[in-house]
T-cell receptor
Framework: DAGVTQSPTHLIKTRGQQVTLRCSPK?????VSWYQQALGQGPQFIFQYYEEEERQRGNFPDRFSGHQFPNYSSELNVNALLLGDSALYLC????????????FGPGTRLTVL | RKEVEQDPGPFNVPEGATVAFNCTYS??????FFWYRQDCRKEPKLLMSVYSSGNEDGRFTAQLNRASQYISLLIRDSKLSDSATYLC??????????????FGPGTRLSVLP
């Protein structure tokens, strides 16, 4: 049973650049959520995708955008990178829109120089 | 006030001790609740869901008090392997509209030999 996978594992970018992170949900899951986790803090909710639509969004600027594909995989795009965007980006998958448990991938560590 | 608050920690306890973590949340419409654990530089992993009736899983017991907007986690007979950061999670999304998981800042536990 494949768990949540994310790519790449690590990424280094410079200010102003754009980045795309990828996520494949756990087998049987159709909902993907993205989180940003700064060092020493809990994950912060960015947004959630279901049926290829953004269903919920946290307090993140429009520079953060996403997409979900028909196979339920998802991308997170961040434009005009700032130093403060350096963090661990976590993808989580779940089943449907009810309050079910979310299962996390290993994350992508983004460093912005 | 943060949406989800936890004991600041860290908690340093000897093996075999009983330790309790507390969590409060501000959104009274929150619908589902969880405890996750996160090891250093790893992704959060689901420990247990939390129900109003209280639930137990081996050495772990979780309680929810909706009236007080309070969640607790009790670990009995703590093991070295319990050392981790414990994250309280509240879903303030509504069923069929999507999940919006709010994580607390976490409480770090170190179990000492």
């Amino acid at each position: 049973d494949a768990g949540v996978t994310q790519s790449p594992t690590h990424l280094i970018k410079t200010r102003g650049q754009q980045v795309t992170l990828r996520c494949s949900p756990k087998s049987g899951h159709d909902t993907v959520s993205w989180y940003q986790q700064a060092l020493g803090q809990g994950p912060q909710f960015i947004f959630q995708y279901y049926e290829e639509e953004e269903r919920q969004r946290g307090n993140f600027p429009d520079r953060f955008s996403g997409h979900q594909f028909p196979n339920y995989s998802s991308e997170l795009n961040v434009n005009a990178l700032l130093l403060g965007d350096s963090a661990l980006y976590l993808c989580a998958s779940s089943l449907g829109l009810a309050g079910n448990e979310q299962f996390f991938g290993p994350g992508t560590r983004l460093t912005v120089l | 006030r943060k949406e989800v608050e936890q004991d600041p920690g860290p908690f340093n306890v000897p093996e075999g001790a009983t330790v309790a973590f507390n969590c409060t949340y501000s959104n009274s419409a929150s619908q589902s609740f969880f405890w996750y654990r996160q090891d250093c530089r790893k992704e959060p992993k689901l420990l247990m869901s939390v129900y109003s009736s209280g639930n137990e899983d081996g050495r772990f017991t979780a309680q929810l008090n909706r009236a007080s907007q309070y969640i607790s986690l009790l670990i009995r007979d703590s093991k070295l392997s319990d050392s981790a950061t414990y994250l309280c999670v509240v879903n303030k999304g509504r069923d069929n509209y999507g999940q919006n998981f709010v994580f607390g800042p976490g409480t770090r536990l170190s179990v000492l030999p």
